[in-house]
């Protein structure tokens, strides 16, 4: 169903048949509701409950950009997008809760992904060490509400919980602080040598926060810091849980945790669209331009009057802004990180995230971060599950009378999720280097190679008077 | 009359290679100057060193009574010096209205929080930007393409978009580097004409880096010629035509020293010099 989008106009069936309006509501409504009840019935005793519950959460899912791109008026995209988002997606999420932690996951590392596309794939700078912003907000949020013997809990600085809402603004502030200091050293460096360089930034911070134990505590060293500070759950809320949980479920227990569940899920989703909304605000303007102008030719952009420091650096901050936010978001969510949590990895996921849906489109990052994180947390586990499962009730596969007991345990998808992510990566460069949802300029590029029509006839005699690397600003 | 551009002494090396030597060029307000020479001579690097590309080692650079030294290419151009480049220079995926709005820049007032807020003006200027875009792309006559991938416009039609991407900052000098290299004769005529409506129409002065002989005897005010980084000669094209140092520099010295008639300098030297 993800091709809804990307599928150009002409022959295909399924426009045509949405080409009706009434029928295109019809269809993406159904598409939600005939999704979310085969969602809500799943039987969760059942022996084949992983492998449906693995392949239809996913579809799910992709509700939201069925809806995008479905054929209708902005306003009524919005609608139902709105009682998708508010009304469907916590229902169902009440009813199973690992659900809702998907939605919240997903949510959270598609803001880091938008994030990250505005480094990359708009100003065209490959930035390895993304997840340091992260970092920043997270540990912000942790070192001031964190109860582990740091130097904030010895002198009595924690702040109290309701201080998260500010703090949201404060890790904005600190995260484009120290992506301005990281683009300073980086500025003239391009290609390869900045993503080494960033790479090396990104592990700086987390060694960084490893070794901040002393000689002064701040941030707990590798130990990490626990029972982090979560934001109040706002009036009405817990009621509010409590009765959908107990028309839906019939339970009356625990709702606290899931009026708090409730919570950082609007939290996520309300961030998520604020960061969408900047995201498409700065890629239809001046800003956006230069932009482009730089990554498609630095030297051509800054000849045309774009100052090359200035807007590089914009394009650092505003990017490190996004994770400062999320990273608040996330140590709440989380009550406890480590520096573990952000290793190098991590940063390539959210490339990977950026890459697989779409570099440079809004639309496609959002899908490549549903994709990676489901995968990440639902797909490959879910597979794990069902494996165990037949293993349990000595399944044998009929035709080739195989048991399921004899496949290895070493063999178990959940521990091949680098394997995966990396053949996912090898598979996309092959066959879709612009992504899922291609964004029509990178989608262009990425052609330039295949059919030059045009270079060979625009490359004069003589290109080497203007050397690309003797450009950069002093 | 006055000149708009004045270097003194203006040197550059790359090594042991001295690309420009102690270059004096004057150019006259609202003229339409070339600069010639053979391959290697250093013209584009004298473009590079006069946008701020390339920093100069010693000499002066005197724009509109300014100084140029120092200053980045952004700030050149925001001084009022536009230019093309000689292997054309276009942002090939963005559209050919998108292209020129980018030559703006210098022109906007670009604000990260009217931006995101959308206040301040922000959508009026967009109005202007577009509109003035558009505005130039019917100047130089591609009214109507705007919305075209640069990259897919043949190749004269992106030539007209990179000086319409320049004239986008509204320059008072605007420097063409081989403004006609790939053009017949007739592309190079309507060319001309678009050189001169950029003089006439919007009182800018032009220079022009060209080795189409018909278009720098039949354009040119003054003409600028470059050899081995040094400048041989300056004047009218008449005095240019019979100056027995550029002759020599194009034909070599046995050439120049049988004078009587000078030769035609009508194609292109690559032919002649090799």
């Known amino acids: 169903m993800a091709t809804f989008a990307q599928t150009p106009p002409q022959q295909n ?21 005939i999704t979310g009840f085969l969602l809500l019935t799943l039987d969760q005793r059942s022996l084949w409950f992983p492998a449906a519950n693995m392949c239809i959460f996913p579809l799910f899912a992709l509700s939201p950009l069925v809806i995008l791109g479905a054929p209708l008026r902005t306003a009524v995209k919005t609608t139902l997008l709105l009682v998708l988002m508010l009304v469907v997606v916590p229902i169902i999420g009440l009813v199973n809760t690992t659900y809702l932690e998907l ?70 502030l600190l995260a484009a602080l120290v992506g301005i200091l990281l683009g300073l050293p980086v500025l003239r460096l391009r290609g390869d040598y900045l993503a080494i360089v960033t790479l090396g930034f990104g592990e700086m911070i987390r060694i960084l926060v490893r070794n ?17 500070g979560r934001p109040p759950i706002p009036f009405g809320l817990n009621e509010l849980t409590g009765g959908i949980a107990q028309s839906f479920t019939g339970r009356t227990d625990n709702i606290d945790v899931l009026a708090r569940q409730v919570l950082f899920y609007v939290l996520a989703i309300l961030m998520l669209t604020v960061i969408i909304f900047l995201a498409r605000r700065l890629e239809n303007s001046a800003i956006g331009r230069a932009w482009t102008a730089i990554r498609e030719d630095e030297v051509a952009a800054i000849a045309m009057g774009v100052p090359l420091v200035r807007m590089k650096l914009l394009a650092f901050a505003t990017g490190a802004s996004f994770a400062g936010a999320i990273g608040v978001l996330y140590a709440a969510k989380q009550t406890f990180i480590d520096p573990s949590s952000f290793v ?72 091949y999720q680098p ?20 964004e029509r300029r990178r989608s262009l590029e990425l052609r330039e190679n295949r059919d030059d029509a045009f270079t060979t006839e625009i490359e004069p005699i003589n290109t080497n008077e203007v050397k690309p690397s003797n450009s950069t600003p002093r | 009359m006055s000149s708009i551009l004045q270097t003194r002494e203006l040197a550059k090396s790359f ?68 230019r093309t480049f000689q292997s054309i220079r276009l942002f090939p995926n963005m559209t050919v209205l ?37 505005d130039l792309l019917r100047f130089v006559g591609l009214g109507g393409k705007g919305d075209e991938i640069a990259r897919n416009l043949p190749y004269g039609d992106q030539r007209r978009v990179e000086i319409a991407r320049a004239l986008a900052s509204d320059p008072k000098l605007i420097l063409l580097d081989e403004p006609t290299a790939g053009m017949n004769p007739n592309e190079s005529e309507v060319a001309m004409r678009l050189f001169r ?63 009587n008639e000078p030769p035609k300098l009508d194609t292109q030297e690559e032919e002649v010099v090799g």
Request: aromatic residues 8%; glycine residues 10%; charged residues 15%.
């Open chain 1, 212 to 228: 901040l134990d002393s000689p002064i505590n701040l941030t707990n060293g590798s130990q990490g810091l626990h029972n982090i």
């Open chain 2, 98 to 134: 998108e292209n020129v709005m980018v030559g703006m820049h210098s022109r906007l007032n670009v604000n990260l929080w009217s931006t995101l807020l959308r206040v301040g003006g922000f959508n009026q200027q967009e109005e202007q930007v577009r509109q003035r875009a558009s």
């Open chain 1, 419 to 438: 394997l995966v992510f990396g053949l996912i990566l090898v598979l996309m460069m092959l066959f879709r280097p612009a992504g899922l949802l291609p």
């Open chain 1, 103 to 172: 939605a919240i996951q997903i949510s959270i590392f598609a803001g880091l992904a938008l994030g990250l596309n505005i480094v990359v794939g708009f100003a065209g700078l490959l930035d390895l060490g993304y997840v340091a912003f992260f970092a920043v907000g997270a540990y912000l949020w942790a070192m001031f509400t964190s109860p582990a013997e740091t130097i904030f809990l010895i002198n009595g600085w924690l702040v109290p919980d309701w201080a998260f809402y500010i703090f949201i603004f404060a890790g904005v």
């Open chain 2, 15 to 82: 090594g042991g290679i001295r690309a420009v030597r102690e270059v004096n060029i004057d150019i006259p307000e609202h003229s339409i100057s070339s600069i010639i020479g053979p391959n290697g001579a250093g013209k584009t690097t004298l473009f590079n060193l006069l946008t701020g590309i390339y920093k100069p080692d010693a000499g002066t650079i005197q724009f509109n009574k300014r100084s140029l030294i120092g200053l980045r290419p952004d700030q050149v151009n925001a001084a009022g010096v536009a």
């Open chain 1, 13 to 33: 069936p399924i426009r045509a048949l949405f080409a009706n309006k009434y029928a295109a509501i019809g269809l993406a409504i159904a598409y939600v509701v």
């Open chain 2, 197 to 259: 409506r950029i003089r006439d129409e919007l009182t800018i002065t032009v220079v022009l880096i060209e080795h189409d002989m018909r278009v720098v005897m039949g354009i040119s005010e003054q003409i600028t010629v470059l050899d081995f980084g040094q400048k041989i000669a300056e004047g009218t094209p008449e005095m240019i035509r019979t100056n027995p140092h550029v002759i020599e520099a194009y034909l070599g010295r046995r050439a120049a020293g049988t004078e």
């Open chain 1, 344 to 415: 190098l990895l991590q940063s390539i996921q959210i490339l990977a995230m950026v890459i697989v849906g779409g570099i440079g489109g809004i639309r496609g990052v959002v899908l490549g971060a549903m994709i990676i994180t489901l995968l990440d947390l639902h797909i490959l586990s879910n597979l794990s599950q069902q494996l165990q499962a037949l293993r349990n009730v000595d399944y044998i596969v009929p035709l080739i009378n195989f048991h399921i007991r004899d496949w290895p345990v070493e063999l178990e998808p959940a521990k």
